[in-house]
Every structure is written in C-alpha cells, then in structure tokens.
C-alpha cells in the first residue's frame, strides 16, 4: 500500500515538470533552416543526363537571340559562335568548362551575421520573393494595390519571423510611379526594416550604382558592402524562349561591378514560353538559365551568382498563370536536382498559391510545393512567404502561417536521427516492466524539445474548448497577431545621422 502513494506523486510531478517545460521557449528548435536536402529525386539518374544533354544541344544549336553588343562581342572573344540566323551559340566544351569554373557556393551576409547563410552543397533555405501589385487588406479582407506602407511593413514582419531567411520584396508599391524613386526606396525600407539578407530589384542598369552607394552608407563608408553583400540583384537576363534581356543584362554588369551577387531568374512559360511537356519544358528552362550563367562568368568568371531555374506553369485551357499544383511542384524540385547536379547555387520557386483567400487550397498548395522544394535539396527557395492570387496578391496572414507551414517543412527535411540512445531500450525495458507509460521517461522530456515542433497558430484543442475561445479560425487567430506584431516591432536600422543625409539626397517616401 506505500508504494501506491508514492507512484502518483511522481506521475504527478512529471506532469507538473511537463507543464513547466511546455511554458518556456525551447531550447533546442526541432525545425531549424538550412537542413540536408536532395531526399526527393523526380528525375533519375538517366533522366537527367537526357535533359542536360538537351540543353546543351540546344546552346549549341539553336543559340541565344537578341545578344546586345558588349555580350556578343565578349562571348566571341571565349569562344562563342554565332550560326546561320544570327543567333549566339555555346558549345558543350564551353558551357561545361563555364560550369566547371563557377561559383559553387557563396556566404550570403546579413548586416547581423546571425543571420549570414552559406548558398549552395544541399543546404536548405526558405526565402520570399515576388511582385504582387495587390495586398490583401488586414480591415477590409479583400484586395488593393499595393503600396509602399505596405513593403515597409511585411519588411518590418518578416524581421521578426525566423523562417524567412532572407527577405526579397514581395510586392511592388504602385503609389511611387517613378522607376527611380521605386527602386530606390524598395532599397531603403530593406535596410531601414530588417538586418536579414536581402534581394532587391533594378529597373535599369543607371540604378545600380546610387543605390550601392546607400547601402555603403548605411554599411560605414565607401566599398563597405562589397566587403560584406548583404543584398543581392534580382535579375531575368532571359526573355524565353532564348532570348537575352538588354535591361537585365545592364544591371548583371552593373551589379558584377560593385560586388553584389546575383540571382539568375528564368521563369518560363509552359506550353507558352516553353514546351508544355514536363522534360521539354525541364530542357529549355535549364538552357536559358545555362545560357546566363555563361552571361555571368564570360565578364567575371567564378562570380557568385544563383542558379534559379523556375518553371511556371499556364493553365491550357484559360492562359492563366497556375502558382499551385503537383506539376509546378515536380517542375521546380526538378530544376534544383539539375542545378545540384552541376554543383551549382540553386533557385527556385514555391508556395505561389493561387488562391485569394487564407484557405484551405492555400494551405494545401503551399504545403505541396514547399515540401518538395525543400526535400529536393534546392538551396534557395523563393516565393515561400506570403503569395497568393497566383502571385498577384500578397497577404500579412499568409505570411505568418507560412513560417508555420516551413517549421514543419524543416522537419521533415531533417528526417529521423538513429542512434543506440535513442533507439532507448533500455527504458523501453524500464517501462514495460515498470509503470507501463512513457510520460515521465527523461528521454521523453529530452525528445519532446529535440524531435517535435508544436504550432502556435495551428489549432489542436479538443472542439469544446476551441468553441469556448471563440471559435476562431487560422486567417483570424493569424490576422490578430499580424496587427500585434506590427504594433510592437518598429525598426530603424539605419543610423540617424546617415538617415538624414539619405533623406536630404533623394525622395524618400513616407
């Protein structure tokens, strides 16, 4: 009869030290960023070689049109040729030499160095990116153009959100009409708001400089960003099919200039831009982004540049863009088992929901395609923040619940660790032979930490008590902590002094 009493003192004070531990932030994050990808291989061994081999036929021999002057002339010099329709070629000799001499990997700096990353090897980072025109509205729930309040905000939210690890503008602010001033103070509400790594836009070449020139300000002094980038180009030097952008190609060389790194962006069409056939479309999508890789490295061989191939996808029956899906999931894990199969700094893109509302198939799209982006060992995948109305809109709910959505997708990239002590046995045979439950084991205090992640916005309380509070679903629990959020954390950091210079240079909205 003594030993009774004392059985359910301890299992009592296991549920007490239980709830202790619940209370406190975690010790240990069960989902960090930057696990081992590369679980999930759509293509095989054979498949690949195929479609690489595509790509380089067609460098070969249908060329690359529309090559402005300075790359022509540059190209030719290394070796290029320029067939019967006037179109550059590569051949296979010298884009495999260009892969063998690129940059393989590349420390992405934060202006915090927690937050500095290294890009490339089968590392696994979730990022945003994007140019919605329209923001779904916390008050009214529908959407509007999107504004330049609006940028500064999902910069100052994604600040505070540990998934996100670099933040790219996710949406464009039409109430600031002029392309300078546009690109200009998308730059600056990025520094004033977050010391994340971050991406940025140039609409022309002339735009690179000045805005350089802020962020050496804001870094300490002349050539200071080039010591550390910490932001890097957003460029589509390709306009498909195989073609090259005059603008893009301004802006690589301008960028390549002042040591900041690019991002390759090739965002073809299928069965538009591109052949509607899931390995043609894998073919010519990897050509052009190929093609600007030798764009890169004819003018600055080995120079740190991202390898993002993203296959979009046409509904065929209306034209319309489709930013959710099995096939645009397949597409995009495909392209990062390419790239990684060269080595390369990979890129693509997921979570491109297109619905409109925080909803069910925006749950499911984005889980989809965010899950086999990061199983597919891409080492950046943009767009997974946010997006919405097959990238028209952008939502601050979205944004939460998608940083919840990535601790999960972490997880389960992170897979199962076996070792002998946690394979436990041993209180295996306490228990079994014991008190016949697990709930006070030490190895369950430890594993609950270490091997499980538990949402703050996902709903799991028995339906009574979810009623008692409310009812509430995850667009409203989400919204409320938006507005809490947003209420709470105002960064400024840029230095006050080098705010006012800025200021009294250039037209620096709000």
């Known amino acids: 009869m003594s030993e009774q009493p004392r059985s359910r ?111 490339g090897g089968d590392r696994v980072y979730f990022g945003t990116g994007g140019a919605a025109v329209q923001t779904l509205d916390l008050d009214s729930q ?24 670099w933040f790219t503008r996710c949406c464009v602010a039409t109430d600031v009409p002029d392309i300078f001033e546009l690109d200009f103070n998308t730059a600056y509400y990025l520094m ?110 080995g120079y ?26 397949i597409l995009n894990a495909a392209a990062a088992q390419l790239a990684n199969h060269c080595g390369l700094p990979s890129g693509v893109a997921s979570s491109m929901s297109d619905a409109k509302a925080v909803d069910a198939q925006m749950g499911m799209e984005k889980a989809l395609s965010a899950l086999a982006c990061g199983l597919s060992g891409a080492n950046m995948v943009y767009e997974s923040s946010g997006m919405m109305a097959s990238l028209l809109g952008v939502s601050f709910e979205a944004f939460l619940l998608d940083n919840e959505m990535l601790s999960h997708v972490y997880r389960m990239i992170r897979g199962v660790e076996v070792s002998e002590e946690s394979l436990a046995f041993e209180a295996m045979r306490n228990v079994i032979t014991g008190e016949g439950h697990f709930i006070g084991e030490t190895q369950t205090m430890q594993a609950m930490e270490r091997d499980y992640y538990y949402p703050k916005l996902g709903d799991r309380l028995e339906p009574t008590t979810w009623a008692e509070a409310g009812a509430q679903d995850a667009w409203q629990r989400s919204n409320q902590q938006v507005r809490e959020v947003l209420a709470r954390h105002q960064p400024n950091y840029i230095d006050a002094g080098v705010d006012a210079k800025l200021r009294s240079q250039f037209n620096i909205k709000i």
């Open 304 to 329: 740190p540049m991202i390898f993002s191939n993203w296959p979009f996808v046409i509904d065929l029956r209306t034209g319309s863009f489709c930013g959710g899906g099995g096939e645009i999931s």
């Open 9 to 119: 003192r301890r299992r009592s004070g296991s549920r007490e030290a239980m709830q202790a531990r619940r209370s406190k932030p975690p010790e240990i994050n069960p989902a960090p960023a930057g696990p081992k990808g590369g679980q999930y291989r759509p293509l095989t061994d054979s498949q690949v070689e195929q479609i690489y081999n595509t790509s380089l036929r067609m460098l070969a021999e249908l060329g690359m049109g529309d090559s402005p002057p300075a790359l022509t002339e540059r190209a030719l010099e290394c070796g290029a040729t320029i067939n019967e329709l006037g179109r550059l070629c590569f051949s296979p000799d010298m884009v495999e030499d260009i892969i063998d001499g690129a940059c393989k990997s590349f420390v992405f700096h934060g202006r915090d160095d927690r937050y500095s990353f290294e890009v």
């Open 142 to 165: 529908v959407y509007r153009p999107s504004t330049l309040r609006d940028l500064a905000d999902f910069t100052r939210l994604a600040d505070t959100l540990p998934n996100i690890s």
């Open 192 to 301: 004033r708001n977050t010391q994340k790594p971050v991406g940025t836009n140039f609409t022309l070449g002339e735009h690179v400089d000045p805005i350089i020139d802020m962020f050496d300000a804001v870094a300490g002094g002349p050539g200071k960003f080039a010591e550390k980038p910490f932001c890097k180009a957003h460029i589509s030097p390709i306009i498909s099919p195989m073609r090259y952008g005059e603008d893009a190609f301004d802006v690589a060389l301008a960028s390549i200039r002042r040591g900041m790194p690019i991002n390759s962006i090739t965002a073809a069409m299928s069965g538009a831009t591109s052949p509607a056939t899931i390995d043609g479309m894998l073919a010519a999508s990897f050509a052009e982004t190929l093609a600007a890789l030798v764009m890169v490295n004819i003018f600055a061989p």
